[in-house]
């Protein structure tokens, strides 16, 4: 067993139970302690989470809190209080389908974070902490109430792949989206966007989509842009004059991108126009090809 340094150490008897417990017997007393806190603080300080958790060496590697079928006890995880920042082993972190709305700042130090997946949860802010991830790579945080993201939150997301903020409320994508050199894939759809920043442009992106927001003028750059990767068939025909339409879907999967590109494709409809014989090949999240996606030109 490995045991950590520890500032404070809380015993009772629940925790006592927690640490002799054959699920918990080979992670270490910091993780340990970090978890039960965590627990604790949704009100579950006796539920067995050890089906939701990865261990290596000791370490707490991988947290899965999603949705379980019916007959498995699952904590509603509303926080995840600033213990999360003390599992610094930390690779993957899901919390999707929960009723959570607050993620600590400490989340910020967990550098070895890869994969974080906080789709259809109930988040009205972009968590701070995330902004000082630099080896992140993929990033869901799509199905939430967000109305605004800072300008600088993508500065130091220098190795982000990956990027899902679809079915959120913010109407500006922040223009440190620029300095996310690797990413490949983004999904906008069904936010509330007037605009594309030019710094879009820069970036080898392959996956992309744009659909349903109020994009009606973009720029000369990102039309330029768009026309470059698109599919040569894309359009904006909504009229523009009434705010409460959106712009039509422009949407695209490159059939070269494979299954599991990016985080989650859990909504089987992201290409709201269809065409099977366009060519293009999509996937849902199980990596099944599901029908292509073309978008027309004027």
Not at 24 to 37: E, G, N, P, T
Not at 186 to 197: E, M, V
Request: net charge negative; proline share 6%; glycine share 4%.
């Amino acid at each position: 067993m490995i045991f950590c340094k520890l500032n404070t150490i809380f015993i009772s008897a629940i925790f006592i139970n927690f640490l002799q417990s054959a699920a918990y017997s080979q992670i270490c007393l910091k993780d340990s302690l970090a978890m039960q806190a965590i627990l604790d603080t949704n009100g579950y300080p006796d539920v067995d989470v050890h089906s939701q958790i990865n261990v290596s060496n000791g370490r707490i590697y991988s947290i899965n809190f999603g949705r379980l079928p019916a007959s498995e006890i699952l904590p509603h995880i509303g926080c995840l209080p600033s213990q999360i920042g003390d599992l610094d082993s930390l690779k993957y972190l899901e919390v999707f389908w929960q009723p959570l709305s607050y993620v600590s700042d400490s989340i910020g130090k967990l550098k070895s974070l890869k994969r974080i997946d906080f789709h259809a949860n109930l988040l009205r802010n972009f968590p701070e902490g995330i902004k000082h991830l630099p080896s992140l790579q993929y990033l869901d945080i799509s199905s939430n109430p967000i109305y605004s993201i800072d300008d600088n939150t993508f500065y130091e997301l220098i190795n982000l792949l990956s990027l899902d903020l679809s079915l959120n409320q913010f109407s500006i994508l922040p223009v440190s989206i620029g300095n996310c050199k690797k990413l490949n894939a983004i999904y906008l759809n069904s936010c509330n966007l007037y605009s594309l920043p030019d710094e879009l442009a820069s970036l080898n992106i392959y996956n992309i989509d744009i659909g349903y927001n109020h994009i009606c003028h973009p720029s000369p750059a990102i039309e330029q842009w768009l026309d470059s990767i698109l599919i040569p068939e894309w359009e904006i025909t909504q009229d523009c004059t009434d705010a409460a339409h959106y712009s039509p879907a422009i949407s695209w999967l490159s059939k070269d991108f494979g299954p599991r590109g990016a985080i989650s494709f859990q909504p089987a409809t992201r290409f709201s126009i269809s065409n099977p014989n366009s060519g293009l090949k999509r996937y849902d999240a199980a990596g099944r090809v599901v029908k292509s996606a073309v978008v027309r030109r004027r």
